[in-house]
Structure formats: structure tokens, C-alpha cells
DNA sequence: TTAGGACATATAAATACATACATGTTTATA
DNA sequence: TATAAACATGTATGTATTTATATGTCCTAA
């Protein structure tokens, strides 16, 4: 599917960037959705040169140290585009170990069953809490056709999310303490 | 990781199995979080009996069809269980192409975007559909420590992350369409 | 009785991804 | 002015996963 590649193109395509500037968006609200290691970024960005879909511009950072600023070409915003517009079948559910965990959890006994799922229930009340601070940013909705409107879109999409996964969890915590 | 090691495992734990049955259970519900195909579960298999965690029996189908109902170990419930207590920090959110799309959507015009979400949202209809009739199974809580448990756990939050997405895509589309 | 779908196992090849190795420079701050 | 954190780019190796290739048998329904 290639998707790395798009999605390397639809940052490009919004502003040049360094193939470290695209770990670090990956870090960001993107990365709620898509990321990839350094060790992934740098061989795609050299094939999507080759494939002239992109190309760049070596600057100097102080005295010596080069970085490579890349940028998007017709023919890449092409692909980016073509891409963008498609409507594919759903994708397969995504894994996820903790669940797959708790499809077992009655060879468990109950005390641990709580612990593990309150352990769960911490570290997504976390991730929530970290969320709605990013989410603090946009006073409103973005303009539709600025680029904050994607992020405003899928964080708004990952809030619901982890607040339905805390839903889940206080209510088993609740019925496996009812027991 | 080696999650799928315990993925099988767990499954044979429950009861003995060939690997065929093995990917069949991953099209169940248990596939709403975890699955592999036959092409990873066979030669994983090979690998469990190598570390002596699963051992098999050939069982004859028919006149000459040989299949493999193999069972777990005294070794491999031990393995099992140790995995399954564990508490481990929450896993990197999952990618999702389609929010990835939707955090490039400014690049849409609008009503190619609400095409893309509605033909998104009747794909995640059909699925919460196909997860509800799969939940009419269990007329009440299954007992804790049956194996329906877990079954009815994974299919309650299946249901809920269906139900959450669809509202996610409804509330967009809405917005999209005022624009 | 025959044809199609389900049952059954396996390997090969390619892609995707994570971890580790490798090597530096620049900037902010203590 | 030293030092730590961030900036910056790459490769190597191993693991995970998907798609394709390969080869059958068994069962059910027309």
C-alpha cells in the first residue's frame, strides 16, 4: 500500500521539511494515527526522490552541519491528490494486545483482572488528559481548507476514542468488583 | 513481542485445535483484535513445537487427509499465564489510513469529502451491524471465568469503538454539509 | 455424479516495521 | 566553558506481516 509514502507526501505537500522535521510531526497528533522511526523516513524519502516525486535543497545549519530540505514536485503532489481522493474498503480492525489479553481473561482471577484493567484504565486516562491539553490549541473549528483542519478532524477522532476505550474499562473495573 | 505466540496459545489452552481452526477463529471476533494468516500460523506452530510449548496428534479425515490437532503443554499453559498476568505499558495508538486521509482532507473540496466520509461511515454501519447479530449470542454476562467472557468483553468494546467512529464520521458530515 | 466450497498444510517472496549500530553538529543552559 | 539535549542523517539486522504459489482432500447440494 505504500502508505508511509503518502503520507510523507502530504507533509511535504503542505511545506518543505527535513527528514527529520517529519519524525517529529510524527511525534505530534499526526502520530495518533501514522508514525515511522527515522530508520524507516530517510530510505523512503531517498525512493521518492528516485522516483521524482519529490526533491531537495542541501542547506548549511550553522558552520559545517548539512540537512536536506525536501519539497514536493508536480508529479508528487499528483500521486498525493490521486491518492487523497480514493475511497478504499475498510481496512482489517486494528491489533491491539490488551484486548487480545482480556478475550482470556477468565483464566485470571478477579484481583488481577481489576489490576490489569486499572492499570489499562491510568495509562489511557493519561493519554486523554495529554489529548484535550493539544486539543486546548483550537479555540474552534479550523478553517476547512486550512491545514488545521485534518488535525483538528482526527484529534477530535482520538479524544472520542480514548474516552469510549475509558468508558469500557470503568465499566468491567465496576462489574469484576461487583463479584 | 511474539504476541501471535500467545494468541495461539491462549487458543489451545482452551482447547486442543489444527492450525486450519486456528485461522478460523481469527475470523470470529476474536479477529476484531487480533489475527494472522495461515502463512504466519504455520510456521509459527512449527516454532511452538520446537520449544516444546505445543505438541500435536495426526488425526486421519476421511480415508488419507491428515491434519495436525495440536494441544498445549504442561510447559506452554505455564508460558501462557505468565504473559497473560502481565501489565504492560499501552502500545503505541494503531495506524489508521483513513484518518490519516482525513488529516489531509483541507486538500478536498467538499463534496468529495463528504463522499469519502459516507462511504467510510456506511462500511463502519455494516460492521457495527455484523457485530450486534454476533452479540445476540450472549443473552446475559457470561460467567466470569467461562470462556464466553472474554468473547462478550472484546465484542462490548467492539461495539462501542463502532459506535463512537460512527459518530465521529456523522458529526463531520453534518459540519461538511453546512460548509 | 460432478462441481464448488470448505477443509487442510505448507513454502516463497516481498513489504513493513522495529531495534540497534554508527557518526557527527548545534544550541541552550548551568 | 563544559555538557546535555536537540538537531541531523544514515545503514544493518531481525522480526512481523502480506501476498502469492503450491498441492491436495472432503463434503454437500444440484
Redesign the interface.
Known amino acids: ?1 505504500r ?1 508511509l509514502k ?2 510523507i507526501l ?1 507533509l511535504l ?1 503542505n511545506e518543505p521539511m527535513t527528514g527529520y522535521d517529519i519524525g517529529k510531526e510524527f511525534s505530534k497528533d ?6 515511522a522511526k527515522h530508520s524507516q523516513i530517510y530510505p523512503e524519502l531517498k525512493k521518492l526522490f528516485d522516483e521524482g516525486l519529490i526533491v531537495y535543497e542541501i542547506q548549511i545549519s550553522g558552520e559545517i552541519l548539512e540537512k536536506k530540505m525536501y519539497s514536493i514536485t508536480e508529479e508528487g503532489k499528483e500521486a ?2 490521486k ?3 480514493q ?22 482471577d ?1 484481583p ?2 481489576i ?2 484493567l486499572e ?2 484504565l491510568l ?2 486516562q493519561e ?1 486523554l488528559q495529554h489529548l484535550r491539553k493539544n486539543n486546548e490549541r483550537h479555540q474552534s ?1 479550523p478553517p ?8 483538528y ?2 484529534l ?3 479524544i ?2 480514548e ?3 475509558i ?2 474499562l470503568e ?2 473495573i465496576q ?2 468488583k461487583s ?1
Chains 1, 2 share one sequence.
Not at 91 to 106: A, G
Not at 144 to 151: L, P, Q, Y
Open positions: 500500500m502508505t503518502y503520507a502530504g505537500n499526526l502520530g495518533e494515527f501514522w508514525n498525493f491528490l491518492w487523497l481522493k475511497a478504499e474498503p475498510l481496512e482489517p480492525t486494528p491489533k491491539d494486545v490488551f484486548r487480545l489479553r482480556m478475550y482470556f481473561s477468565n483464566h485470571l478477579v488481577t483482572r489490576h490489569l492499570h489499562q495509562q489511557h493519554r473549528i476547512h481548507d486550512s491545514v488545521d483542519f485534518g488535525d478532524f482526527i477530535d477522532g482520538a472520542l476514542r474516552t469510549v476505550t468508558q469500557w465499566n468491567f462489574y469484576c463479584l
